[in-house]
T-cell receptor, first 112, second 112 residues
């Protein structure tokens, strides 16, 4: 079974802090994704990566950056956390863009 | 731009009732279609998928979905729901772009 793990289930940060969310997958997938999930809005894509050191903006990249130094690991960075970034963050991976994505358990981030 | 519309945001049913959740998408070309489910406190997981072939696809836990190309729809059905089907359901579409487009989700509550 594909396993996607995220570094924290719950995180509380202060406004202005730099926040790192880590994601690791164990199936040698090329593609990795970061989403945020908000009630009534579904999943919105923040960034994705199709190879090591390669990244592309998703639909809502403002205020975020990403890093992929190793194939199995994809990090989401909030350079200066703001209260409107309080959300559930989901990481996913897939073998191919047209195939299904496998999701991690999510990190619920609260910015106070 | 591609979009996915889920008609019902909240659905409440009694056990043994039949379920149909609507999903429509806007994309004129070849699509891959997915339904994901998120049970309370659990990660998002694949319920079923359609790539090609028989437009009636069967998934896990007795769910099925029908792809109707002329209606740009991929509705999810289950003949008899159980309390354990209480969850949030997301329709997603991949229409040639390097990402999935998700609907806003439908929260299903099944009462015993």
């Amino acid at each position: 079974d594909v396993k996607v793990t995220q570094s924290s289930r719950y995180l509380v940060k202060r406004t202005g802090e730099k926040v790192f969310l880590e994601c690791v997958q164990d199936m040698d997938h090329e593609n990795m994704f970061w989403y945020r999930q908000d009630p009534g809005l579904g999943l919105r894509l923040i960034y994705f990566s199709y190879d090591v050191k390669m990244k592309e903006k998703g639909d809502i990249p403002e205020g975020y950056s990403v890093s992929r130094e190793k194939k199995e690991r994809f990090s989401l960075i909030l350079e200066s956390a703001s209260t409107n970034q309080t959300s559930m963050y989901l990481c996913a991976s897939s073998f191919d863009f047209s195939y299904e994505q496998y999701f991690g358990p999510g990190t619920r981030l609260t910015v106070t | 731009a591609q979009s996915v519309s889920q008609h019902n945001h909240h659905v409440i049913l009694s056990e043994a009732a039949s379920l149909e959740l609507g999903c429509n998408y806007s994309y004129g070309g070849t699509v891959n279609l997915f339904w994901y489910v998120q049970y309370p406190g659990q990660h998002l997981q694949l319920l079923l998928k359609y790539f090609s072939g028989d437009p009636l696809v069967k998934g896990i836990k007795g769910f099925e979905a029908e792809f109707i190309k002329s209606k740009f729809s991929f509705n999810l059905r289950k003949p008899s729901v159980q309390w354990s089907d209480t969850a949030e359901y997301f329709c997603a579409v991949n229409g040639g772009y390097n990402k999935l487009i998700f609907g806003a989700g439908t929260r299903l509550a099944v009462h015993p």
